[in-house]
């Protein structure tokens, strides 16, 4: 059977690996991958896709939906570009697949989007 999640404790894993030092993030995701997978028995996911936007364009995106009263976090433009760049880490360090959701410089479309996403997970059921 298949589950498909939105923020998982992957999601877990970027949020708090952006506020380590780089050196301590490898510590952390074995801690916390054993913590979640192995002690608490949670499943663990066979595919993680990242949603990776620029992180000027998504808070642009933020503002104009929540207006300027947004998440404190994600107003912030040098946290959300730490956490891209941590995102983006952990998915080269846990092989995740990273979904391009601007290309060149144009937002792609959410069915565009979705049907790349659709398009490696029938690879990945496949084999």
């Known amino acids: 059977s298949t589950v498909l999640c939105d923020r998982y404790t ?18 952390y995701l074995d801690w916390l991958f054993d913590f979640e997978y192995e002690k608490m028995a949670l499943p663990e996911p066979t595919g ?14 933020i503002i104009a939906r929540q207006g300027e009263q947004g998440d404190i976090h994600e107003l912030n433009h040098d946290y959300l570009a730490a956490c891209r760049t941590a995102a983006r880490a ?3 360090r846990c092989g995740w697949t990273v ?29």
């Open 10 to 27: 992957t999601s877990n894993a970027i949020h708090q690996a952006v506020k380590l030092p780089e050196e301590e993030r490898d510590r």
């Open 48 to 61: 993680v896709y990242f949603l990776d936007m620029p992180d000027d364009i998504a808070q642009r995106l």
């Open 90 to 92: 952990v998915c080269r």
């Open 99 to 127: 979904i391009d959701c601007v290309r060149n410089d144009v937002l792609r479309t959410p069915n565009d989007i979705c049907r790349e996403i659709t398009e490696h997970m029938l690879n990945q059921i496949r084999g």
